[in-house]
């Protein structure tokens, strides 16, 4: 990764675009060990983690799928096994994320396109799901993300995600930045010779919405809460919303 981003990564978050950019740069050196790396930082239970969100989602016949920042295509996938009549879109802002994606064997219903979460190119109300693993946390614009489920969402729509959760807790939100930033950062060392590449979950986590304020943002958007299932001490939530009919 380019050596500023490993001097001044906090300076890339914002605006927008700029953190848009980071996203692109950060998640295309991070690709080739992606999946490795999901297992180890989350102890070998990121797998158990997607299925356990994909098993929460509705028991719909034929759904309209979208998977957002699908990466390597994991939850794409277990979308597309759950939903066999249906049909399964996972978008990714990384070519070579997608690149990986569609070196797996993939099911009919199941196809990949380079896309920005905070624009999809899917019409208003078209989905009957949208799901997202370690998603909003990575928004160029939080809001903007939000906004664009709403929209492609049908009305009774459900949206399920995987993530950090931030805790309200100051004092907990201190812990969990100091146990991140050695964990990710060890393995940022040990995988690319830059502790920065896997320290960025933690200052992401930092400018991200404690778990009260990011219901009360979903709240806003037409998003309420159905479900929600922590892991790992509460670091790690499933969180399924519906929209509003």
């Known amino acids: 990764m380019s050596e500023r981003f490993s001097l001044r990564i906090e300076d890339w978050f914002y605006p927008p675009d700029r953190k848009r950019t980071l996203n692109l740069r950060l998640f295309t050196e991070v690709a080739p060990r992606y999946d490795f790396v999901t297992r180890v930082l989350s102890l070998g239970r990121d797998r158990a983690w997607k299925r356990g969100l994909v098993k929460s989602l509705p028991g719909v016949d034929s759904p309209?799928?979208?998977?957002?920042?699908?990466?390597?295509?994991?939850?794409?996938?277990?979308l597309a096994e759950k939903y066999r009549k249906g049909e399964v879109h996972g978008i990714d802002l990384t070519p070579l994320m997608l690149t990986l994606a569609n070196q797996q064997a993939t099911p009919r219903n199941l196809q990949y396109s380079?896309?920005?979460?905070?624009s999809l190119g899917f019409p208003d109300a078209s989905a009957d799901i949208v799901t997202?693993?370690?998603?909003?946390?990575?928004?160029?614009?939080?809001d903007g993300a939000l906004g664009e489920i709403s929209r492609v969402l049908k009305p009774g729509g459900v949206a399920g995600f995987l993530d950090f959760s931030k805790p309200p807790s100051r004092f907990m939100q201190g812990l969990w930045q100091g146990v991140l930033r050695i964990w990710g950062g060890f393995w940022g060392l040990l995988l690319h010779g830059n502790p920065s590449v896997y320290i960025y979950i933690a200052e992401s986590l930092k400018r991200f919405p404690d778990r009260d304020k990011l219901r009360a943002n979903m709240i806003n958007h037409g998003l309420e809460l159905v479900h929600s299932q922590r892991h790992q001490l509460g670091l790690i939530e499933i969180l399924v919303v519906k929209k509003k009919a």
């Not at 997202?132 to 939080?142: F, I, K, T, V, W």
């Open 64 to 78: 309209f799928c979208i998977d957002i920042a699908c990466g390597t295509g994991d939850i794409s996938l277990l």
């Open 114 to 118: 380079q896309q920005d979460m905070c």
């Open 132 to 142: 997202g693993g370690y998603a909003l946390r990575n928004a160029p614009d939080l």
